[in-house]
């Protein structure tokens, strides 16, 4: 083998599915000419290409959204030794950069929540010379860190906001205050930072606030983006009634869009397909339809979670822990090495609507970060 991508070396389990965390992790020296002529960019069996690092810095949040986390919380949240330290995660991050990633996410559980955050976010940005930083946060406490986050080189923020009224806020992220995200919105507008909002839609409880929601983002500048319901973690013990696909939810936006001008999704920047106004102000909607339409042919994304161990699919456990080489004395090439053989173990698809499978009934989304 030279410097191509590897071929799958883990042992795989049913329906493609890798078996364990420990086969994935079972220890495979880099071949000889791993490395000579420079590092591979990030590509897996199937040709898909990755840019794109959603690197997590918590597993714990200060909401317990319904179709996030149990109401007390994961079972399984990282005590501090076992997190990344600011000096690991930058460093990892700077290698991911050489080996293609050119724009990275910061996410949680809820990532403001990490004590010092801003310094993390400079360290990424000075030692992996990446610009386009930018993070997915519930807003809670933006208000107070907005302009140091953006003095320090992030570029966006993507903010969950999943109704504007008070008492269905509190009762979707069980006890969240409206008026802190709000207020922390505005922030980020006024330290000049991109935002745009994610909106998890939910059948039968904010689905009525499609359009308010939209005019609202609009008149702020700022782009709402609709995600469908995943069977992920908590959200799969949800009843079916709760998800939307997204033509149900560009239905209650009426006129505001023309769903015949959907366009596709922006190259690096995730999987949102985006539909423009029926104005002509060029204003748009996001559609995130990980369900009803399935983007994983285009995925250009990785995985790090809080605890280092990379994923290389949301909707799978499988996973190698880089943390642990990092502590074991790696070099980077042998780091390199164990994220190029991660992609290799990277399957077509997440399975979320075979009955036979429910890897992804397992994943917390808040201690995988997304």
């Not at 420990?22 to 002529?37: C, Q, R, T």
């Not at 505005?186 to 839609?201: C, G, P, R, S, Y």
């Not at 009634?241 to 001008?261: M, Y």
Request: charged fraction near 20%; hydrophobic fraction near 45%; charge should be neutral.
């Amino acid at each position: 083998m030279g410097t191509s991508v590897p071929r799958r070396l883990a042992v795989l389990g049913s329906h493609g599915i890798p078996a364990s965390r420990d086969e994935l992790a079972s220890a495979a020296s880099a071949p000889a000419a791993f490395g000579s002529s420079g590092w591979p960019r990030l590509t897996d069996t199937l040709g898909r290409r990755y840019t794109y690092l959603r690197l997590s810095v918590t597993d714990r949040c200060d909401f317990a959204c319904v179709y996030c986390m149990p109401p007390g919380g994961e079972a399984e949240h990282a005590v501090r030794p076992e997190l990344l330290s600011f000096e690991e995660a930058a460093r990892l991050v700077a290698l991911f950069a050489q080996l293609g990633i050119d724009r990275v996410r910061f996410t949680g559980g809820e990532p403001l929540v990490r004590r010092d955050i801003v310094r993390l976010v400079e360290l990424v940005r000075r030692q992996s010379g990446v610009e386009r930083l930018v993070m997915t946060t519930n807003g809670s406490r933006l208000s107070e860190l907005a302009h140091a986050l953006s003095e320090v080189g992030l570029t966006g923020v993507n903010v969950s906001l999943d109704s504007l009224d008070a008492g269905r806020f509190a009762e979707i992220t069980r006890g969240g205050s409206l008026a802190r995200v709000l207020a922390g919105i505005h922030a980020a507008l006024d330290a000049q930072l991109e935002v745009k909002l994610n909106i998890v839609a939910l059948g039968g409880l904010n689905d009525g606030e499609a359009a308010r929601l939209v005019d609202w983002a609009w008149s702020l500048g700022i782009t709402p983006r609709f995600i469908e319901l995943m069977p992920l973690g908590e959200a799969s013990n949800l009843s079916a009634e709760r998800f939307l696909p997204w033509a149900t939810i560009a239905s209650r936006l009426g006129k505001r869009i023309a769903p015949e001008q959907a366009g596709a999704a922006v190259a690096g920047q995730g999987p949102a397909n985006y539909v423009f106004a029926s104005d002509g102000s060029g204003r748009k909607v996001g559609f995130i339809t990980a369900v009803s339409s399935e983007f994983c042919g285009s995925c250009n994304r990785v995985r790090l979670t809080a605890r280092g161990d990379l994923r290389a699919c949301l909707a799978s456990r499988g996973a190698v822990s880089l943390r642990d080489a990092l502590r074991e004395g790696a070099s980077d090439r042998e780091l390199a090495w164990q994220i190029h053989r991660a992609l290799g173990t990277k399957l077509p698809g997440h399975f979320f609507t075979s009955a036979e499978v429910d890897e992804h009934e397992q994943v917390g989304m808040s201690l995988v970060g997304g």
